[in-house]
Nanobody
Framework: QVQLVESGGGLVQPGESLRLSCQAS????????IGWFRQGPGNERDWISC??????????YYRDSVKGRFTISRDKSENKVFLQMDDLKADDTAVYYC???????????????????WGQGTRVIVSS
């Protein structure tokens, strides 16, 4: 069974960092596109970053609001995808999810498609 489990959220002050993890099971993280999404208070759930399958040539995607601060990566040996979040801001407060679908290997498809596999979410609170 294909499953994703997020971890690493917490409460931090503005300017601090967090590293979120997305533990995959039932598939290999190299094989499909995997995206990070977030839903903040009063906002809809939107994509934040995406990394394509290993066979895809495009660079990782980043939403404009997180470019230069967030970095997505994967580790095949651990079968995990990470989101390194630096210089966190109050507007980054949200529940963060990772998601995938075996149909998508390219991020252009993943960020616009209907995804079947979601984690339970991990909460990030950025507050002074």
């Amino acid at each position: 069974q294909v499953q994703l489990v997020e971890s690493g959220g917490g409460l931090v002050q503005p300017g601090e960092s967090l590293r979120l993890s997305c533990q995959a099971s039932g598939f290999t993280v190299d094989d499909y596109a995997i995206g990070w999404f977030r839903q903040g208070p009063g906002n809809e759930r939107d994509w934040i970053s995406c990394i394509g399958s290993k066979s895809v040539s495009h660079s990782p995607y980043y939403r404009d609001s997180v470019k230069g601060r967030f970095t997505i990566s994967r580790d095949k040996s651990e079968n995990k995808v990470f989101l390194q979040m630096d210089d966190l801001k109050a507007d980054d407060t949200a529940v963060y999810y990772c998601a995938t679908d075996i149909y998508y290997t390219d991020c252009s498809g993943l960020i616009t498609g209907i995804l079947d596999v979601w984690g339970q979410g991990t909460r990030v609170i950025v507050s002074s």
